[in-house]
């Protein structure tokens, strides 16, 4: 097959999976259970007595769900979404590489993509978009130089996560969360320790960079929560896009 029909059959299955998970992202989340959304709630006065939190549902949600209201509005997301799919995958097709590498990058991106959205929206991460993302990690293995790097990626994603919650319990000051950590473990799986340590720099300073603008523009203080999934989602597609196999073009260079 010349490169050109190769070209264009990679171009083809990008535009076509734009479409459907530009779509189905906003689809997706609208119908996801409510039950994967529910979270301790830490001013619970109950819990004096009973010594444990209750979960409850975000309120926004069961707003939403009551009035019977799409929880992320079509219009205009549907649309931001399939050109957010459209640019990353037909890039990821004129870069080259085989076709499953496209089609698996794009569905981590759907993945990330959801828990973005549901962090931004309820600050509620589910569990189970980190379990998907540690089984679709399967899909990476070829592409690793060694067979413990999935494994060291993920004790690396652990570990840098561990330290940063330990800093901020010392500190008393704001640190990741649980949910935090179960992304940065399981996308550990998939980059490996290298990969796993830039997407976490990428992720801070793009969190940092978003923070200053919001306080800057009397959107947030500096003791106001913001979600962090929306700059790991940032950062894991530059990742794919430009550092993925980052340490094997500084090799060649070299």
């Known amino acids: 097959m010349s490169y050109e029909v190769n070209l264009i059959i990679r171009i083809a299955i990008a535009i076509a999976l734009a479409v459907l998970f530009g779509n189905g992202s906003v689809v997706a989340f609208n119908n996801i259970k409510p039950k994967w959304f529910e979270d301790y709630d830490e ?5 004096e007595i009973t010594g444990e939190m209750r979960r409850i549902l975000p309120p926004k ?16 997301w549907k649309y931001a979404f399939v050109g957010y799919f459209g640019i990353t995958g ?4 004129i870069r080259g590489g085989s076709v499953l590498f496209e089609i698996a990058v ?9 828990m973005a959205i549901s962090d931004q929206m309820y600050q509620v991460v589910p569990d189970q978009f980190s379990l998907c993302l540690a089984v679709m990690s399967v899909a ?6 060694n067979w413990w790097d999935p494994l060291a ?22 640190s990741i969360g649980g949910a935090d950590a179960k992304f940065f473990t399981s996308m550990g799986l998939i980059a490996g320790p290298a990969g796993i340590v830039i997407i976490y720099i990428l992720t801070t300073l793009l969190f940092a960079a978003e923070s200053v603008v919001l306080m800057m523009t009397k959107r947030c203080t500096i003791k106001d929560f913001n979600p962090m999934m ?25």
Request: proline share 5%; charged share 10%.
């Open 43 to 47: 001013n619970d006065p109950a819990k």
């Open 61 to 76: 949600l069961v707003a939403a769900d009551n009035e019977g209201r799409q929880r992320l509005p079509s219009t205009p």
């Open 90 to 93: 037909i890039y990821l097709a």
């Open 106 to 114: 794009m569905c981590v991106l759907f993945v990330i993509l959801e």
């Open 140 to 145: 990476f293995i070829n592409y690793h130089e």
């Open 153 to 174: 990626g993920a004790g690396v994603g652990l570990g840098i996560s561990l330290v940063i919650f330990g800093l901020g319990l010392l500190l008393r000051t704001g």
């Open 230 to 254: 929306p700059s790991a989602c940032a950062a894991v597609t530059v990742y794919f896009l430009f550092l993925w196999n980052l340490t094997d073009l500084l090799i060649v260079n070299l």
